[in-house]
């Protein structure tokens, strides 16, 4: 029953994550829900949606050529480096101060989801006549997405649109291609930490990108408040659940 509930969130994730983004809110706290401690649940996580964002870079690629090299290669690097960080966070995060901190990550991606596209516009407007790229907003970006992936393409997008950013075709190309390094060199910390169960995460592997192919027709043919809704629902649904673990009775 464990198995075949890991494979459903999984597969939930897989659609999410193509329709819109959110697949964590599944994959993680069905790990939780499975007996197994927070930090490695969190490790296994990341592993299991990692080829979602090999394809979204693929996708992207036209539009990744069109940046500049030596300027990639200057955001890569900074992502490589925030991501390892926080991924080494995570390593000696102890399972209680990590379950601290769980439900305030998710009340604040599902936040930053909801309210996306508010914030982007936000940003847009700050961003009018600037055109300066901040390593420092990059480092801290890239840090949180190393220690906990939820929301990361939200904030990503906003960062962009602060750099003065407008082409959302290129923004999501370079979101994409940077949250694949970062979740890769997660994953290499990770399993080199042994925080990976690697059974739940090869499954959960097969399910999400299955999930992913299956939610290219919904993403086409879903109204997007119905699409923000679900997510929505299902993020605060989590987070409620996760403060309740954390204050009510043990």
């Known amino acids: 029953m464990e198995m075949i509930l890991l494979i459903a969130a999984a597969f939930g994730a897989g659609?999410?994550?193509?329709?819109?983004?959110?697949?964590?809110?599944?994959?993680?706290?069905?790990?939780v829900f499975t007996g197994m401690p927070p930090v490695m649940a969190n490790a296994t996580s990341t592993v299991a949606v990692f080829p979602g964002y090999l394809g979204g870079a693929v996708?992207?690629?036209?539009?990744?050529?069109?940046?500049?090299?030596?300027?990639?290669?200057?955001?890569?690097g900074i992502t490589l480096a925030g991501g390892l960080v926080g991924s080494g966070l995570l390593m000696v995060s102890s399972n209680e101060a990590f379950s601290l901190v769980v439900p305030f990550l998710l009340l604040g991606a599902t936040l930053a989801f909801l309210f996306g596209d508010r914030v982007r516009q936000w940003a847009a407007e700050k961003a009018r006549g600037?055109?300066?790229e901040?390593?420092?907003?990059?480092?801290?970006?890239?840090?949180?997405?190393?220690?906990?992936n939820g929301g990361l393409g939200i904030v990503l997008l906003a960062l962009f649109s602060l750099w003065g950013m407008t082409d959302l075709n290129?923004?999501?190309?370079l979101k994409s291609g940077l949250s694949f390094l970062l979740s890769a060199i997660s994953a290499a910390v990770f399993a080199a930490a042994?925080?990976?169960?690697?059974?739940?995460?090869?499954?959960?592997?097969?399910?999400?990108?299955?999930?992913?192919?299956?939610g290219a027709p919904l993403a086409r043919a879903l109204p997007k408040p119905v699409v923000r809704g679900i997510i929505a629902t299902v993020g605060f649904g989590m987070s409620a659940v996760f403060f309740w673990r954390l204050i009510g009775p043990s």
């Open 15 to 31: 659609i999410l994550n193509t329709v819109a983004g959110g697949g964590t809110f599944l994959t993680f706290p069905a790990l």
């Open 59 to 76: 996708g992207f690629r036209h539009e990744l050529r069109g940046f500049d090299r030596k300027r990639l290669l200057r955001l890569v």
């Open 130 to 132: 600037v055109s300066s």
């Open 134 to 148: 901040g390593a420092l907003g990059l480092f801290l970006v890239s840090l949180y997405g190393g220690y906990f």
């Open 170 to 173: 290129r923004m999501n190309a």
């Open 194 to 214: 042994g925080l990976v169960a690697w059974p739940q995460a090869v499954v959960m592997m097969l399910a999400a990108t299955a999930g992913g192919y299956a």
